[in-house]
């Protein structure tokens, strides 16, 4: 079954520091997500893409965050600048056309900022 | 976006069938009710969606009456391994492309 990944699986960083989350969809699907969930909160959501652009974003998805589809497989999640309160769980998803409720999480990058 | 309220959470048996309730009074007419399934440490799962009456897959049951401001996730004879939380969504089908997770129910399957 076709699945979503994510590398690195933890990343561990200096405050201040850049950080590029990745993330490889399923193949055929065409709307993607990035998710983050603080220990012990909900999962919230902070970006869509579609069609090489951001469709939606949430307050959280400020200056510091950007997203980028660099080629036909992989999408990233850039923090330019971390902060302490950065660090959580962060989770791409993607969907394909017909279903649009039924979003295929990857397992997931601990992010870490020390 | 409709508002949904479930329980926090439950305990079960090994064996035993669960039903979570979830209730979103102000439900729109366009939105399908969505159950997603998240174990610890991992993504969110999507486990079944439906608009009104009862649906059925491989993993759970979707009961939805006639109002539509309830709806009941029925899982069958849980183990140890449905141990997850359970998160109920109204999402239009073809409205935002956001997931809006509540809290969730976190279910415990008890030996």
């Known amino acids: 079954e076709p699945e979503v990944t994510q590398t690195p699986s933890h990343q561990v960083t200096q405050m201040g520091q850049e950080v590029i989350l990745r993330c490889v969809p399923i193949?055929?699907?065409?709307?993607f997500y990035w998710y983050r969930q603080i220990l012990g909160q909900k999962v919230e959501f902070l970006v869509s893409?579609?069609?090489?652009?951001?469709?939606?974003k949430s307050e959280i998805f400020d200056d510091q965050f950007s997203v980028e589809r660099p080629d036909g497989s992989n999408f990233t999640l850039k923090i330019r600048s971390t902060k302490l309160e950065d660090s959580a769980m962060y989770f791409c998803?993607?969907?394909?056309?017909?279903?649009?409720?039924?979003?295929?999480f990857g397992p997931g990058t601990r992010l870490t900022v020390l | 976006l409709a508002k949904t309220t479930q329980p926090i959470s439950m305990d079960s048996y090994e064996g035993q069938e669960v039903n979570i309730t979830c209730s979103h009074n102000?439900?729109?007419?366009?939105?399908?009710i969505t159950w997603y399934q998240q174990f610890p440490s991992q993504g969110p799962r999507f486990i079944i969606q439906?608009?009104?009456t009862k649906v059925t897959n491989e993993v759970a049951s979707l009961f939805i009456p006639a109002d539509r401001k309830s709806s009941t996730l029925s899982l069958p004879r849980v183990s140890l391994s449905d141990t997850a939380v359970y998160y109920c969504?109204?999402?239009?089908?073809?409205?935002?492309?956001?997931?809006?997770f509540g809290k969730g129910t976190k279910l415990s399957v008890i030996p």
């Open positions: 193949s055929n699907h065409l709307y």
């Open positions: 969504l109204a999402l239009g089908e073809a409205g935002s492309y956001q997931l809006t």
């Open positions: 102000n439900i729109a007419t366009n939105d399908y």
């Open positions: 439906g608009y009104k």
């Open positions: 893409f579609y069609n090489n652009e951001i469709s939606e």
């Open positions: 998803a993607s969907r394909d056309s017909s279903s649009y409720n039924e979003q295929f």
